[in-house]
């Protein structure tokens, strides 16, 4: 009798590396996000309660961290600001000396080859938690946003970022940007816009870590539809059209099916966003003795690669780093 004999590829670790379809996870595949905090005491180190083993960090801390990682292999990093004061213009988000401007500046000058990209939104630092200008009826509205967000991403394109990464999901954001950044001098900072997020309830520990929940309402308005599919190769090629260098697709896992969707209809970069919702369900059950964390994580990744991904943006990349599983 004739049948498929699969195993036969699969007899030993040398013969499934053979056949391995997948390419390994790489370690300029991974980025770190990091939460680098405004404040006077250099030794906070404060753990997020929802991230076990993810921290809001001082300026000093956070130099601390990235050497640490450097010195495993880290190549990139995605910045998150959390300020002193907020406000209802978002200034510290554009401010010369903001905190994410500081972060930039310090990291540069000690690891002058780390790829630093960073976060271009408004919700850390506007006072009602949105991601844009609020109304007092509590509608966002997205045109007056465009200029907080342009001033953003120049302001930290001018302290040495290498990629801005705008996250708000406001209508014509990329485009606003590309032309600020293009009249400033700025012409080759790429922009790798968030292009396919979600309203997701994967973000509810990233709120904890940048204190940035919405005061009122959600943001059903302005990030996507979690039952959407077809409505995120609009997102992808609207942004792309506006000047778009990569994009992101946010939530990383549960969205897989859009990320190879998207991998399958561009031909740029595309990174997958494994939110703090993932990192959190995957680490505790890893604390609780419930699955093979390790394995969970290499398998998680390994997933989002085989789904399309060119980067990810991971909480676990430090963990990855020193325990050696990247290549």
């Known amino acids: 009798m004739t049948f498929y004999r699969g195993r036969r590829l699969r007899q030993t670790e040398e013969m499934r590396a053979f056949f391995c379809e997948t390419a390994p996870v790489l370690r300029e595949n991974l980025i770190m996000p990091y939460f680098v905090v405004e404040t006077e005491d250099q030794s906070l180190e404060k753990e997020i309660a929802s991230m076990p083993g993810q921290y809001q960090l001082s300026l000093s801390k956070l130099e601390e961290h990235v050497a640490k990682a450097v010195?495993?292999?880290?190549?990139?990093?995605?910045?998150?600001?959390?300020?002193?004061?907020?406000?209802?213009?978002?200034?510290?988000?554009y401010a010369e000396n903001g905190i994410v401007q500081q972060a930039v500046r310090q990291l540069k000058k000690r690891f002058p080859k780390l790829f630093i990209i960073t976060d271009v939104c408004l919700c850390e630092y506007m006072s009602h938690g949105?991601?844009?200008?609020?109304?007092?009826q509590g509608t966002v509205l997205n045109d007056p946003s465009l200029e907080y967000l342009a001033k953003t991403a120049v302001s930290q394109a001018q302290a040495g970022s290498d990629m801005v990464a705008?996250?708000?999901?406001?209508?014509?954001?990329?485009?606003?940007?590309?032309?600020?950044?293009?009249?400033?001098?700025?012409?080759?900072?790429?922009i790798m816009s968030y292009a396919a997020k979600?309203?997701?309830?994967?973000?509810?520990p990233f709120r904890d870590a940048a204190e940035s929940a919405p005061a009122c309402g959600d943001r059903k308005t302005y990030q996507?539809?979690?039952g959407n599919s077809r409505e995120a190769l609009r997102e992808v090629f609207a942004d792309l059209d506006e000047g778009a260098d990569a994009l992101i697709v946010k939530p990383a896992g549960p969205y897989g099916d859009i990320l190879r969707m998207v991998r399958d209809n561009v031909d740029v970069h595309v990174c997958a966003y494994q939110v703090s919702g993932e990192y959190a369900l995957i680490r505790a059950a890893g604390l609780n003795g419930w699955v093979d964390e390790q394995r969970v994580i290499m398998e998680s990744l390994t997933g989002l690669k085989r789904a399309g991904a060119d980067s990810i943006i991971t909480y676990f990349t430090e963990y990855v780093l020193e325990k050696g599983l990247a290549r």
């Open 71 to 93: 010195d495993n292999g880290l190549h990139s990093v995605i910045l998150f600001g959390i300020p002193k004061a907020k406000d209802e213009q978002a200034s510290q988000a």
């Open 130 to 136: 949105h991601c844009g200008v609020l109304t007092k």
């Open 166 to 190: 705008p996250s708000d999901m406001m209508d014509g954001r990329v485009a606003a940007i590309r032309e600020a950044l293009d009249a400033n001098g700025l012409s080759m900072t790429p």
């Open 198 to 204: 979600y309203a997701s309830a994967y973000y509810g």
């Open 224 to 226: 996507m539809d979690p």
